[in-house]
């Protein structure tokens, strides 16, 4: 290939910047012209197109967003859209596409591959950290560390006043951002798609720290939490007890946000320069991950083909025998 082109679709992920530098480095060095495309697929669709050298990358690594601005595209959605774009990838001469975002995206990159031919190479750009074929997402780090970041000021006040605190977090429909927050704070459980507590079950564990001596108390809810959203939660323990006085947080797009972590920057940084050399050397209708520390191809069929609702039980018993 000689020319490739990059671009960020869905929602944004704090470590995007880092992997489109990565792309786009990785491909001058081998010769190959790079373009990107603003606006995900609505900037296929619209031939919102720019020429990417290594300058137009300089000091972006450590900036959170993304640089070539996202969307959610509903006209991608439609097969006119999908053709569209594929027409205006032929007239830019782009041989193939390096796309960045999350289960949609890369559902997207399939659909396009399939009816018009376009050779992609998928990476896995989302907070949620919900996608087969890579051990952890591009801003999965970072909004974990953002969420410690604000529990750790919740205690407090928590502490302070002897109050319960549900705490929701973003993730869609994975619980992985709570389960990791719940552990690195200490929380005194958490509420998530794959293992569901019901308000009665949350409420024997409460008095079982509280016998233990624990007055303040985090919860942590994931948003996809099938018992309902921290509001509700809390609305059900009050009907249910009044020993607990509870406060509710949601956090919300805040954890989408910031400078991406030191891990996350290398995290996508390999990831970028695989996926481009991969693209370049000939190999797409795929998504390149990091697994056992390593970077790897994964079919694509094998990465719409479920969404990554893996077992967390292991690691959520280790929560309660850390409280």
């Known amino acids: 290939m000689k020319h490739i082109g990059v671009l960020t679709s869905g929602g944004d992920a704090p470590g995007m910047n880092a992997a489109i530098r990565s792309v786009v480095r990785t491909a001058r060095k081998r010769g190959v012209q790079v373009t990107g495309i603003a606006h995900g697929y609505n900037g296929l669709i619209h031939s919102e197109f720019c020429d990417l050298d290594s300058r137009s990358v300089a000091r972006i690594i450590e ?67 919900d996608l087969v074929g890579t051990d952890f997402t591009i801003g999965f780090d970072t909004a974990v560390q953002t969420t410690v970041e604000c529990v750790d000021k919740i205690r407090d ?25 719940a552990i690195a704070c200490g929380a005194s459980a958490v509420l998530m798609p794959e293992n569901p507590l019901s308000v009665e079950q949350l409420c024997q564990r409460l008095e079982y720290v509280r016998l233990r001596g624990k007055n303040a108390n985090i919860v942590v809810v994931a948003e996809g939490n099938p018992t309902g959203d921290a509001a509700e939660v809390a609305s059900s323990l009050e009907q249910i007890t009044r020993d607990y006085e509870t406060r509710v947080t949601v956090l919300g797009h805040l954890q989408r946000g910031g400078s991406p972590t030191a891990v996350e920057r290398v995290r996508a940084t390999l990831m970028g320069a695989y996926a481009a050399n991969q693209l370049i050397d000939g190999r797409s209708d795929a998504m390149a991950g990091i697994i056992d520390g390593m970077p790897k191809l994964t079919p694509i069929e094998e990465v719409v083909s479920d969404r990554a609702h893996a077992s967390l039980t292991d690691l959520e018993q280790l929560l309660e025998g850390l409280v």
């Open 157 to 181: 006040t928590a502490s302070s006043h002897d109050r319960l605190f549900l705490v929701e977090v973003m993730g869609r429909d994975t619980g992985h951002i709570a389960l990791h927050t």
């Open 63 to 129: 900036r959170g967003g993304t640089m070539l601005k996202s969307s959610r595209s509903e006209a991608f959605y439609a097969e006119e859209g999908r053709t569209k774009a594929a027409q205006n990838i032929s007239a830019r001469g782009i041989d193939g596409l390096i796309i960045i975002g999350g289960d949609g995206s890369m559902r997207g990159a399939q659909a396009l591959s399939a009816e018009h031919n376009v050779p992609f190479l998928g990476l896995p750009g989302t907070i949620d950290n």
